[in-house]
């Protein structure tokens, strides 16, 4: 039984270039195809392409690739055929008369690789919801298919007997995760009110998918967060307590990581995950300097971070495996610093970058608190940048410089003894 889980499926992946994509951008996808099915346990054998005007509306590509990828399949026994796009009811119903082997699209791979990342009920649900969603315009095309089907890429999720089921059966269950979602968003605004009320400084991580934020995450928080080196290897939103090296305590979270041409049912069904984002006070932007698409990469966060309307966060963006870059990278002009996740040095490098970026959002103390404050002291130790604290004697009253967030509490108190 355990055998039978490390077997890879063979798969064979076709793409169709339009005229507006130029060469080098589609190689760059149809290796991006690559790496999610190899994320999702495939054996890639073969990537076959065709240059089009357009796509073939009923077949996505024409006659004769399909010929091609006919023989192809039977040479080389193929389990999969993965397209680079999202396939029409049509066309997938079209091609799926035409070859042995199961069809999927670009969509279905992700999806799949969702449902198998999963860990949360709320991530479950989602991916749930948005499988759901895909496959109800095509399940007049895809009944006998998917009473075929064995398991597999692009068949993980609901499962197949639920999807033989009619359509008033799969809109009532729609209904039923929408509903549940709500409850459980509700649950997160919640606990996102009882933080902001708590005024601890937040941090999001974003970026490109296998960035390396959770490497860094773990890193900074000495957490157990789920890192490899495979495409949406985070899926569930984890925050943790990160202490700065002042002593100040702030909230790190790690989210999704982003795709271009994420499928529209996942960006509406991940919308909630990604809101933390839009509670941080600092965005930290991990870009993999090591990938040649790493400008595109960057270019694809930024538009997304644009959807979340959080243009106002200020970012500081993390170039990460410096160790591995290319001769032709050429960083973005924003404010930014080039780290190995695996350097201890690096590491350190970047709390102290982002103390600074915290400590720019703040503004500077310098008042004397009585010794027998001691509460008033202990908190501007985890409550603020606490630069300088010593005892002077002829006063006999500690001395403290700092820096303080101006949107909690404590400010009122020390913007009272700085007047004194």
């Known amino acids: 039984m355990i055998e039978n889980q490390t077997i890879k499926e063979r798969a064979l992946l076709v793409g169709c270039q339009l005229p507006h994509i130029d060469d080098e951008r589609f190689l760059y996808s149809m290796d991006e195809l690559a790496s999610l099915t190899a994320t999702a346990n495939g054996e890639v054998l073969m990537s076959l392409s065709q240059k089009r005007e357009r796509v073939h509306s009923a077949t996505y590509i024409g006659k004769g690739k399909i010929e091609e990828i006919a023989l192809l399949e039977e040479e080389l026994a193929v389990d999969v055929i993965i397209f680079n796009d999202e396939l029409s009811p049509s066309q997938m119903r079209n ?17 799949d690789i969702f449902a198998s990342r999963a860990k949360s009920k709320e991530g479950k649900l ?17 009944g006998l298919a998917l009473s075929r089907l ?13 999807l033989e089921a009619d359509r008033r059966h799969i809109r009532r269950r729609i209904t039923e995760i929408k509903e549940q979602l709500q409850t459980i968003v509700e649950h997160r605004n919640r606990y996102r009110d ?19 934020k959770s490497t860094i995450f773990n890193r900074l928080t000495e957490s157990a967060a789920f ?54 006070d600092l965005i930290l932007h991990v870009v993999d300097s090591s990938n040649p698409d790493y400008f595109n990469h960057e270019k694809t966060v930024y ?76 908190k501007l130790k985890s409550d603020t940048v606490l630069l300088e604290q010593q005892f002077i004697e ?27």
């Open 95 to 111: 091609l799926a008369e035409k070859f042995n082997a199961r069809v999927i699209d670009r969509t279905q791979l992700i999806l």
């Open 126 to 142: 989602q991916v749930e919801l948005a499988q759901y969603e895909y496959l109800l315009p095509r399940l007049g095309g895809q």
């Open 150 to 162: 064995g398991g597999g890429i692009g068949t993980r999720g609901p499962g197949e007997t639920k």
């Open 194 to 212: 009882r933080r902001k009320k708590n005024q601890t400084f937040q941090i999001s991580l974003v970026g490109y998918t296998n960035a390396g």
């Open 227 to 280: 890192e490899e080196n495979l495409l949406f290897a985070t899926l569930d939103p984890v925050t943790r307590r990160f202490i700065l090296p002042s002593g100040l305590t702030t909230l790190l979270t790690d989210t999704v990581g982003f795709i271009e041409d994420l499928p529209t049912s996942l960006i509406a069904a991940f919308r909630s995950t990604l809101e933390e984002v839009k509670e941080a």
């Open 303 to 378: 538009h997304i971070l644009e959807e979340l309307e959080v243009n106002h966060i200020p970012i500081l963006t993390i170039y990460n495996k410096k160790d591995l870059v290319s001769i032709h990278f050429v960083p973005s002009e924003n404010e930014m610093l080039f780290i190995s996740a695996y350097e201890k040095e690096d590491i350190e490098k970047l709390q102290k970058k982002i103390e600074e970026k915290v400590i720019s959002q703040m503004e500077f103390y310098h008042f004397y608190v009585s010794g027998e404050n001691g509460k008033l002291l202990a």
């Open 394 to 420: 002829e006063k006999e009253m500690y001395e403290c410089k700092g820096y303080i967030n101006p949107n909690i509490s404590l400010y009122q108190q020390i913007h009272h003894l700085n007047e004194q």
